[in-house]
């Protein structure tokens, strides 16, 4: 089981960076996928979700707006479109897998309800 998160760097405030990660070893489709980020010196934190099906997603209040979830089952890779970026952006961002039989709505921001990881890509906002 793999999921391998890609596409973080530094940025500039107001500028766009698309993460991506790719799954392998499991079967894609029977999982959501989330985003989460680790702001330094804090605790991980949910981004973004999106469901099994693709055909619905979940946002944190801080992403609304100006981050978009998106899913390639052909690719078997999600992205994270991130706009507007601000200095509060900067972290360290996972994915993450979460078996359908849970509820995406109910649980996509809770760390424990996810079945595999992947490492961390690195976000970093200049102002």
């Known amino acids: 089981v793999q999921l391998q998160a890609s596409g973080g760097g530094l940025v500039q405030v107001g500028g766009s960076l698309r993460l991506s990660c790719a799954a392998s070893?499991?079967?894609?489709?029977?999982?959501?996928i989330g985003w989460f980020r680790q702001l330094p010196g804090k605790e991980r934190e949910g981004v973004s979700c999106?469901?099994?099906?693709?055909?619905?997603?979940y946002y944190a209040e801080s992403a609304r707006g100006r981050f978009t979830m998106s899913k390639d089952n052909a690719e078997r890779t999600v992205y994270l479109e991130m706009n507007s970026l601000k200095p509060e952006d900067t972290a360290v961002y996972y994915c993450a897998a979460m078996f359908r039989t849970r509820s995406a709505a109910r649980f996509w921001g809770v760390e424990s309800a996810y079945d595999y990881w992947g490492q961390g890509t690195k976000v970093t906002v200049s102002s």
């Open positions: 999106i469901s099994a099906s693709g055909g619905s997603t």
């Open positions: 070893g499991f079967t894609y489709r029977n999982y959501a």
